[in-house]
């Protein structure tokens, strides 16, 4: 368990978390947000923002086992529990996908 | 023969001529002689005279035998003459008299031009009278056939009236003792109305009293209801408490359970702890049990009541039932008990009113008796009409018999039909199998003729041809098989001896057992020979409806 | 919190109820009993894991347990209970919550009672009152379980 910087986010009428450091950026569109990270992009149906310090428990071998997706750990925010997603391996609900690397290490991505 | 002459003149020339001479030769020798007397003269003119008289005496003589000669010539021509008129007439005259009217103007032909014309004639005018007669008689045959038929079905009708007529005044002497019947029926009825009348009273006050019991029973009834609507309440509020109670068990459960877990995590030192616990654990159950069983009694409790609660409903519902039907029944009764007085009234006028039927009834009958006398006499009138009936059909046909007498050039004319057939045997006389080809066929085209037969001069039968619509399944009777016995028979006999075409009586025939009659025509040869007999036997009422 | 020596040492058990089953519970694994506990479903998640829960502040997955043991189904329970349990090896242990149909009592099992047997995390059987009860094995539960 370690505490880190969470950015909260809504998909599916549940709550997520993805750890801030891999956030490149976030924008919004007609059909809802858009969480750039490094190597993918997260569509989000709402954000609700960053919290600094929380504990992050580790996922465990039994949500491993019956969850079927990858995750970063398991968090509480106000007694709500949730699962704060692998930004290399987010689950498919996110509709996440690849971005390309240009030449200087820089992904492309929009300004914001 | 035409004879020109006449006699009567001849006669009265030669008498003429002798009286004129006889009167001149006397004048002349007087005169004569009164000159020579006168003059005393000489005798020679008396001499002359004499001798001219004498002379003309002889002429006188001569012309007399002469005239008298040609009178005895002619007379005989003429007694001749009569005789072969005689002969001609007399032939005629018996072809008229046999009814050939066919013949008899060729017989007729002999005569006098004049008296021939005359004959044919008259020949004619007899002809075309019969003829009318043979088609009235016909017609008259015909209308008594129709006027027996309608007698007969106006007999039928009026019988089948009179049948009627019975039925009806059975039925109406049944009607009529039906009606006293129900009219005894009404005035007893009206009695035990009257007893039911007073018998309704006393029940509607009985009925009075069991509402009123009822109605008592219902208020207790709904009072217990509502107890146990009370009760009701209170049990689901013991229930409620019991939830709460196994809420507060469950708890406790779980807290014992909770405590045994932090005792076995704290080790030894939580080893008093989980005494407790499981101390606590064992209250919770208890209570746990106490509340299943204060559950198990209330449940039992709530179901009592809740029969009892059904219970009184349907004990409610069913006192509420026997209410109305109490009432009903007062109410019925109440109907019951006009109902009574209307009935009485009623039968009495039911009473009163089928003993005026009775009396109508019996009225009825009477007069239905006297249809039935009258239908009765108009049926034994009709039995009489249709007798006199029958006579004036067997008067048609005697009449159709007698115009048949006549040999007539009428498709109508059996002796006419009878005397062709004849001549077509004539024509195959030799050949029994023509003969009987011819009349099969004769048969066929005459539906009326039930036998057709052909004897030859000895009265051997030579073919026999039956009509088969006529005898049908029935056997040919043995005489007619056989054949003997037929020149006794009239027909035969009478046409041998008359050589025409005779017709008989009416007679009943052998093989249809119908009235018939036969018509026997001779076969004559080039010669006029009758060299056999055909005949044919015909049924009266197939040939009546031609 | 006193550490536990061990499943195999410890002859205390948790007796739980699921379905028409009865199974036993190391008590040493056993973190707590709450009743109510609210649950957060996971998309995605298979239909032993009912969601995810928050208990003293920490997350947890929460298991339908009778689908987990394919227990043979009962009537609907009256008072499920979830129990909180450490699962997985004992080093790298994680709470879990077990939903039961029923926590009924603790009970003292002699290891030479349990007659060794079944699969997955049912480690054997024992007879307790004439009736066989399942011994479950939590260390079996998670990673490589």
């Known amino acids: ?112 | 023969m035409d004879t020109t002459t006449n006699p009567r003149t001849d006669r009265l020339d030669a008498s003429l001529v002798g009286l004129g001479v006889t009167v001149g030769l006397a004048l002349t020798g007087l005169l004569l002689l009164l000159v020579a007397s006168a003059r005393g003269g000489p005798d020679w003119p008396f001499g002359l005279y004499l001798l001219v008289a004498a002379i003309g005496v002889l002429a006188y003589l001569l012309i007399a035998y002469r005239d008298h000669r040609r009178r005895q010539v002619a007379l005989e021509e003429a007694v001749a003459l009569r005789g072969e008129i005689e002969d001609g007439l007399v032939a005629a005259l018996d072809e008229i008299r046999a009814g050939d009217l066919v013949s008899c103007s060729r017989k007729a032909e002999r005569l006098p031009s004049v008296l021939h014309d005359a004959f044919v004639s008259a020949a004619d005018a007899i002809n075309a009278l019969a003829q009318q007669i043979q088609n009235s008689s016909i017609d008259v045959a015909s209308a008594a056939n129709s006027v027996n038929q309608i007698a007969s079905e106006l007999a039928s009708g009026s019988s089948e009236q009179a049948a009627s007529v019975v039925e009806i005044t059975a039925a109406m002497e049944e009607l009529a003792r039906t009606a006293a019947q129900i009219a005894d029926n009404a005035s007893t009825q009206a009695d035990l109305t009257a007893q039911a009348e007073a018998s309704g009273s006393v029940g509607s006050e009985a009925v009075d009293e069991a509402v009123q019991g009822v109605e008592e029973v219902k208020k207790r009834i709904s009072g217990i209801a509502t107890r146990a609507d009370t009760l009701g309440t209170r049990s689901k509020e013991i229930y409620r408490v019991l939830d709460l109670i196994t809420d507060i068990a469950q708890e406790t459960h779980i807290l014992s359970l909770n405590a045994a877990i932090e005792a076995a995590a704290a080790g030894d030192h939580g080893r008093r702890f989980s005494v407790v616990a499981e101390e606590v654990r064992r209250l919770a159950q208890r209570s746990q049990e106490s509340v299943d069983s204060v559950r198990n009694l209330l449940d039992e409790f709530t179901s009592s009541i809740r029969a009892t609660v059904v219970a009184t409903e349907e004990g409610s519902k069913e006192a509420a039932r026997v209410l109305e039907r109490a009432r009903a029944a007062a109410a019925a009764i109440d109907e019951l008990k006009s109902a009574s007085s209307d009935t009485a009234r009623v039968a009495k006028e039911i009473s009163l009113a089928t003993q005026q039927q009775n009396a109508a009834s019996d009225q009825v009958v009477l007069t239905l008796k006297e249809v039935s006398q009258v239908v009765q006499r108009m049926a034994d009138s009709l039995k009489q009409f249709s007798s006199t009936a029958d006579q004036l059909n067997d008067l048609g046909l005697a009449i159709q018999l007698v115009a048949q007498s006549f040999n007539l050039e009428s498709p109508h004319s059996l002796k006419r039909l009878a005397g062709k057939w004849a001549a077509e045997v004539r024509k195959r006389f030799g050949s029994w199998e023509a003969i009987e080809a011819m009349l099969s066929e004769m048969l066929a085209d005459n539906g009326f003729v039930e036998l057709a037969y052909v004897m030859d001069a000895g009265g051997s039968q030579l073919a026999l041809t039956v009509n088969e619509q006529v005898a049908g399944d029935r056997d040919l009777p043995q005489q007619l098989k056989s054949g003997e016995g037929l020149t006794e028979r009239p027909w035969f006999r009478g046409v041998m001896r008359e050589g025409r075409t005779i017709i008989t009586p009416v007679y009943e025939s052998l093989l249809s057992g119908e009235p018939c009659f036969t018509v026997a025509a001779p076969v004559k040869n080039e010669n006029d020979s009758i060299i056999g007999v055909m005949g044919v036997d015909v049924n009266v009422d197939s040939w009546t409806k031609i | ?145």
Not at chain 1, 36 to 41: G, P, V, Y
Not at chain 3, 37 to 51: C, H, I, R, S
């Open chain 1, 1 to 112: 368990m370690k505490d880190e910087r969470v950015l909260l986010l809504r998909r599916d009428g549940h709550l997520w978390g993805v750890v801030h450091d891999a956030v490149r950026t976030v924008t919004r569109g007609r059909d809802g947000y858009r969480i750039w990270l490094r190597r993918r992009d997260l569509a989000a149906d709402d954000v609700l923002g960053v919290i600094e310090n929380m504990h992050v428990w580790p996922a465990g071998g039994a949500l491993t086992r019956f969850w079927g997706e990858k995750a970063r750990g398991l968090a509480v925010h106000e007694s709500t529990p949730l699962v704060v997603v692998d930004p290399d391996s987010p689950p498919a609900i996110f509709g996440s996908d690849a971005a390309t690397e240009t030449s200087d290490g820089h992904d492309d991505q929009p300004s914001h």
């Open chain 3, 1 to 145: 919190m006193t550490t536990s020596r061990g499943d195999a040492a410890d002859d205390r058990y948790l007796l739980i109820q699921a379905g028409e089953d009865q199974c036993v519970l190391p008590l040493a694994r056993v973190r707590r009993i709450v009743r109510d506990l609210q649950v957060t479903p996971l998309a995605g998640a298979t239909q032993e894991l009912k969601g995810l829960a928050e208990f003293g502040g920490e997350p947890l997955p929460v298991l339908d347990f009778s689908r987990l043991i394919g227990a043979t189904p009962g009537a609907n329970p009256a008072y499920p209970v979830t129990v909180i349990a450490w699962a997985g090896p004992a080093e790298s242990r994680e709470l879990v919550g077990l939903q039961v149909d029923a926590a009924v009592e603790v009970v003292t099992i002699k290891a030479d009672a349990v007659v060794p047997g079944g699969e997955g995390i049912v480690r054997g059987d024992v007879s307790l009152r004439d009736r066989p009860v399942r011994v479950i094995s939590l260390s079996a539960l998670g990673a490589g379980g």
